[in-house]
């Protein structure tokens, strides 16, 4: 069944159709909801290969298709790069719309419509001075670099295998950082590509003296991190962990992998203050990826709070699962020499 939507979705894009090729893709979709996983992703794969027929402007609409097929349980990975290499190529172009605009208008772009025909008139006939037809591919990027870079979201949630080595991340992030600035509907994209995987980090516990080696994946911002660091370290003193820190089990799990509804739940109690090698306070509100290195690794102090803080409950990201795992309690004496390297409490933040 699958197999004739995609051969009746070949056909409608060799013929440049439309119509048929968006009343395909979304047959394959309804056709897809009681597929298995291998039947699902080999047709996704399959799917992957559309975007090299199309024009980018309706690659970007069928790859809201693409990132919903990976959320229904496909294998993600086959569609990464003809979805980064469409997103990219869009966001190169939106960049020389926002130059094209500035330099004929002298006003910062426009906010995008990407259903109103109108919009694309106007916008591409303020572009003095470039072809018609470089004037609406400018303009048409603008307009559905959003709708491109949906399914990237999906996909990075769901794979950490995309996190740690998405292809074309080096192009993607260049041009990102181009038009980020012009476009804050873009920003939560910028920071899923800052999500550290199997990343090994020291975690040092002043007022005990202990040490802690973790591994963390899939932590979206540092609210997520301080709840799951409270986890790991927490238990009996003689099995060498930190007593009285344990948070709610529905909180770790809210910032791990389980249903993100913070309505339902208490807000998260900070359980310490997370500081860096250097002193610097680690900001809740920032993510992992700040953390510096000492020596080559990301250090994380815990310190007591300094004032009560608490949080609402969940995952920046909620289809990324967060993971942290103790790979090691650092005997007494690594740990000394690592509290030892490190700014003292107190120091200037």
């Known amino acids: 069944m699958l197999d004739h939507h995609l051969d009746a979705l070949f056909q409608a894009a060799g013929d440049r159709d439309p119509d048929r090729l968006f009343g395909h893709a979304s047959q394959l979709y309804a056709a897809s909801e009681d597929a298995d996983e291998p039947t699902l992703s080999a047709a996704t794969a399959r799917f992957g290969e559309v975007f090299d027929l199309v024009p980018p402007g309706i690659g970007a609409r069928l790859g809201i298709v ?103 991340r080096e192009r993607l992030v260049e041009a990102l950082s181009a038009v980020v600035a012009d476009r804050a509907d873009l920003e939560w994209l910028t920071g899923l590509l800052q999500v550290l995987e199997d990343e090994r980090l020291i975690v040092l516990h002043r007022e005990s003296g202990r040490g802690y080696e973790v591994v963390i994946g899939g932590i979206g911002d540092n609210f997520q991190l301080h709840t799951l660091l409270a986890d790991v370290v927490s238990g009996p003193s003689e099995h060498g962990l930190v007593e009285g820190v344990r948070p709610d089990p529905q909180w770790v799990l809210a910032a791990s992998d389980g249903e993100v509804d913070p309505d339902d739940l208490d807000p998260v109690h900070g359980q310490f203050n997370l500081v860096d090698a250097y002193g610097k306070w680690i900001w809740n509100e920032g993510v ?62």
């Open 66 to 168: 693409a990132g919903a097929l990976a959320e229904r349980g496909a294998d993600p990975v086959p569609l990464a790069e003809p979805l980064v290499n469409q997103l990219t190529g869009l966001l190169e172009q939106s960049a020389r719309f926002a130059a094209a605009w500035r330099a004929a208008t002298g006003e910062e772009p426009p906010e995008p419509d990407d259903n109103d025909p109108e919009w694309f008139m106007g916008a591409a006939g303020r572009l003095t001075g470039l072809p018609e037809e470089e004037a609406f591919a400018l303009a048409d990027a603008w307009a559905t670099v959003y709708l491109a870079h949906m399914p990237i979201l999906s996909i990075l949630q769901l794979s950490p295998r995309l996190r740690a080595a998405l292809p074309g």
């Open 288 to 349: 992992p990826a700040d953390i510096p290195h000492l020596d080559g690794t990301r250090v994380v102090v815990l310190d007591p709070p300094p004032y009560e803080r608490s949080w609402s409950p969940g995952r920046r990201y909620p289809m990324m699962a967060g993971r942290i795992r103790l790979e090691r309690i650092l005997p007494a004496e690594e740990a000394a020499d690592w509290l030892s390297r490190v700014a003292p409490e107190g120091a200037p933040d």
